[in-house]
C-alpha cells in the first residue's frame, strides 16, 4: 500500500503559541515543519472508527480494520489516492452528506495523534456522549491505556476542507 503524506499546520499564531507550553512542543513543531506519512491502510483504518461501538466486530482498531473491505467500493468512488495524498472525487455537500468529511477527519487526526504520541496501531476509544438540554461538551475519543506517565490522552476532532487549486 502506498503512503500518504499529509501537512500539518497550526490554525493560527495564537494556537502556535499555546503549544508551545506543553511538554512535547519541539514533537509538534517538527511534525507541523515535516509533516507526517501514513500508510493507506492505517488511513482507511482510523475512517472506520466513526462506526465503533460496544458490539463485537466494531470496537478495537483490528475489528474496524476489518470493516474497510467492506466500505472500500465507497471509498474508491469518494476518495482518490493520488500524488501521495487523499483527494476528493466529488466536491460540495455529498461529502457532508455521506458522513464521509467526518470520516477523513476522524482518520487524520487519529493518525495524527497516534504519531505524536508515539503509538501503533491504537484502540482508541469513542467516549459517549450526553446529548440535549442536560447534556456537557465532550471529547471526541481517548485511549485508555495510552499514558504520558501522569495523563490520559482525550481528543476532540474537528474538520474542514481545504480547496487547492494545481
Not at 472506520?48 to 483490528?62: A, K, L, P
Not at 476489518?66 to 487523499?86: H, I, K, P, W, Y
Not at 461529502?95 to 484502540?123: E, P, R, W
Request: proline residues 3%.
Amino acid at each position: 500500500m502506498p503512503n500518504l503524506y499529509i501537512d500539518i499546520a497550526y490554525y493560527n499564531d495564537k494556537q502556535r503559541n499555546l503549544f508551545q507550553s506543553f511538554l512535547n512542543a519541539n514533537t509538534l513543531n517538527q511534525i507541523v515543519r515535516d509533516g507526517i506519512i501514513i500508510t493507506k491502510d492505517e488511513f482507511l483504518a482510523y475512517m472506520m472508527f466513526t462506526y465503533q461501538m460496544d458490539f463485537i466486530g466494531f470496537r478495537t482498531y483490528n475489528e474496524l480494520k476489518a470493516l474497510v473491505e467492506n466500505n472500500l467500493g465507497a471509498v474508491n468512488q469518494l476518495l482518490s489516492f493520488n500524488n501521495r495524498s487523499v483527494q476528493a472525487r466529488v466536491i460540495g455537500n455529498i461529502l457532508m452528506d455521506t458522513g464521509y468529511t467526518q470520516q477523513i477527519g476522524v482518520s487524520l487526526g487519529l493518525c495524527l495523534l497516534n504519531k505524536i504520541h508515539n503509538l501503533t496501531a491504537a484502540d482508541w476509544r469513542k467516549i459517549p456522549t450526553v446529548p440535549g438540554r442536560n447534556g456537557h461538551p465532550t471529547f471526541d475519543f481517548d485511549i485508555p491505556i495510552a499514558s504520558t506517565g501522569n495523563n490520559f490522552i482525550k481528543v476532540e476532532l474537528s474538520n474542514s476542507g481545504l480547496e487547492r487549486i494545481i
